[in-house]
């Protein structure tokens, strides 16, 4: 073999050795976003994604792209904040603001991590009750014992509860996978929906404002910047550089699988419901209506990819109540107690026998109300340069930010005016 042959030889090993160890070094980095991803395919996104494909066909697809983008953008400022400063968001605000205003904002917080618990613990209990039958309390009951489960692994590492909650959303992916294989979609349809934008009629901007308005959840705005905390390397500025272009690959990577499954949620309906004429009005109508439909298997399918998703959700609004709830004002509480504190109420309302639909409508007022707080703390904070140095929000950023803020901002407004004059 000629020095030639050799030094490609050389060079090509090199490079693969670079590759795997640039893999693996990018791997110990992923997870918190996946974590905080569960939050955008919870059984909220089920019952409206599901309501938008059924009525509108493919009409709505682009409305989860736009939804996603701004997702991103907020869950890295969130990231950010937690990589810059070594705190997390809750922690932040106890530093900048006064304590009186901090002790509001705690319990406005927890109100939103309360009323999140509310809808993921309905999406957990409705998915047992529809794949084995288990009566409604029993379902809750049982779905706040496999979520303090799920929660109690942090005693073991966050680590484990990342890879707890990876597998679960794994599981919903291949649901889904099998629902679109089902459900055969014109896409061509899809692919067209998904980058023109367009609203048939006022019914149709009533859904979308729905999905928009509620597109990210305040408590994994706070969890987020506490996720990252256990992969910050140090605290010089190139540390924090390449912590930050790690979390930016997790973010875009999770929530990417969030924008492919919310709009699996949509074709699939469209697909299969509006095709039939059939409009879907609550969960348990679509998981009724496939299985005459498509059958057993994507009958079951769907109820595997709601338990998944319940339960992946209820235990990160757990895990945001335990951060909210110490982060404010300090409040020196058993983490055991921390999280019955936090799940006890979605608990208490579903054993009581509360109409699902009439709770899940209650928990997305109830975050509209709060979602204002955490985007304008997060801002006001990752602009400071003294507080976030080089990570400080560019120009662009801020003015992107702000923009986006008021978007999701008056797209709740707009929701809340609709339920309340009951036009929604």
């Not at 019914?203 to 706070?222: E, N």
């Not at 010089?236 to 499954?261: Q, R």
């Not at 955490?374 to 702000?402: E, Y």
Request: charged residues 10%; glycine residues 8%.
């Amino acid at each position: 073999m000629d020095k030639l042959s050799i030094d490609k030889t050389y060079d090509m090993k090199h490079k693969n050795l670079t590759l795997i160890k640039n893999f693996k070094g990018l791997l110990r980095f992923l997870g918190p976003a996946f974590v905080v991803s569960v939050a955008y395919i919870d059984p909220g996104n089920f019952a409206t994604n599901i309501s938008g494909g059924s009525s509108f066909n493919y009409e709505l697809i682009w409305v989860i792209l736009w939804s996603n983008i701004m997702a991103i953008f907020l869950q890295t400022l969130s990231a950010k904040i937690g990589i810059a400063t070594g705190h997390n968001l809750p922690e932040m605000c106890a530093k900048v603001f006064p304590h009186r205003l901090n002790i509001l904002f705690w319990v406005i917080a927890e109100l939103g991590a309360m009323a999140t618990d509310l809808a993921e613990f309905i999406g957990g209990s409705l998915g047992l009750h529809l794949l084995f039958k288990i009566p409604m309390v029993y379902a809750g009951l049982l779905t706040g014992v496999l979520t303090f489960i799920i929660v109690y692994m942090e005693k073991y590492g966050q680590k484990v509860v990342e890879i707890i909650i990876a597998l679960l959303i794994a599981i919903i992916c291949v649901a889904y996978t099998i629902e679109l294989f089902l459900s055969g979609p014109n896409w061509s349809d899809v692919g067209y929906h998904t980058l023109i934008p367009m609203i048939s009629n006022g019914d149709a901007l009533l859904i979308a404002v729905g999905m928009l308005g509620a597109t990210v959840m305040p408590h994994v705005i706070y969890l987020h910047s506490q996720l990252v905390q256990h992969r910050r390397l140090g605290s010089s500025n190139e540390e924090k550089l390449h912590h930050l272009k790690m979390e930016k690959i997790d973010i875009c990577i999770a929530m990417n699988i969030a924008f492919i499954v919310n709009a699996a949620m949509v074709i699939v309906s469209a697909a299969v419901f509006f095709k039939h004429g059939i409009k879907i009005n609550s969960i348990e109508d679509a998981h009724k209506s496939l299985q005459p439909l498509l059958g057993s298997l994507s009958c079951g399918s769907f109820g595997i990819a709601l338990l998944a998703s319940g339960l992946s959700s209820s235990a990160v609004g757990t895990m945001a109540g335990q951060t909210i709830m110490k982060g404010f004002i300090n409040l020196s509480i058993p983490i055991n107690l921390r999280r019955i504190i936090t799940m006890l109420p979605a608990m208490i309302i579903i054993v009581l026998g509360f109409s699902p639909m009439k709770v899940l409508v209650l928990s997305q007022v109830a975050l509209s109300f709060i979602l204002p707080f955490p985007i304008i703390q997060m801002l006001l904070i990752s602009n400071r340069k003294d507080l976030m140095g080089i990570l400080a929000n560019k120009s662009l950023t801020k003015i992107l930010g702000f923009i986006i803020a008021g978007a999701i901002i008056s797209l709740n407004i707009v929701l809340l005016y609709l339920t309340f004059t009951g036009k929604s």
